[in-house]
């Protein structure tokens, strides 16, 4: 089995980008000055086209001595949404199961060591450096991201949260189109 794994980052500050609007009237969209984050782990399972994600708070802005470093707790969370994944694809049924990743700081150390041996028949493929182009999840971040975050402000990284899992819930439903970000344009049936 073969799955793209990657992690996105969304903020709670909006993300503009051009949309409709109503012929004399300026569409506003609010900001705020918040370093809050929410951080998506996925696998794409690019066979079926399914996702399993999982999410991680970052509260920026809290950040007192004696907390983990941001790459100690990404590494935390890595490691659990790789045991996820192995409950997700159990090795009764899926003998060697693949990841392609990046070169994150948090995709190598003791957590995610543990979490490999847990489950043994995950391995990792590593993508190139700086080659962000190769994992095609970045597609499905990109048109995540449209899809829940551009042009909208929230109160809270509980309602970032929702945003994103209801969106996430959405392409589950229709698999056909993470099918299609992966292999581009549908195919014509001859007629």
Not at 18 to 32: A, E, F, I, M, Q
Not at 51 to 76: C, F, P, W, Y
Not at 123 to 147: D, H
Not at 162 to 173: E, G
Request: glycine fraction near 6%; aromatic fraction near 8%; charge should be positive.
């Amino acid at each position: 089995m073969l799955l793209s794994q990657d992690e996105a980052r969304f903020q709670m500050v909006p993300t503009l980008t051009t949309t409709l609007g109503v012929k004399g009237h300026r569409p506003l969209v609010g900001t705020r000055d918040c370093k809050d984050v929410l951080y998506g782990f996925a696998v794409m399972n690019l066979i079926s086209g399914a996702i399993h994600a999982n999410t991680l708070e970052s509260l920026q802005a809290v950040n007192r001595k004696g907390q983990d470093s941001k790459t100690r707790r990404m590494q935390k969370a890595f490691a659990a949404h790789l045991r996820h994944v192995g409950r997700m694809y159990p090795q009764e049924r899926f003998k060697r199961v693949v990841l392609t990743i990046d070169n994150a700081p948090w995709h190598r150390g003791t957590w995610i060591d543990e979490a490999l041996a847990d489950n043994p028949h995950l391995e990792f493929y590593r993508l190139p450096s700086y080659s962000p182009n190769l994992n095609v999840i970045e597609r499905f971040w990109k048109k995540l991201r449209r899809r829940a975050t551009h042009n909208r402000l929230f109160d809270t990284i509980a309602d970032l949260k929702a945003s994103v899992r209801a969106n996430l819930s959405y392409f589950q439903t229709l698999r056909g189109k993470v099918l299609t970000l992966i292999n581009g344009r549908p195919r014509k049936s001859p007629e």
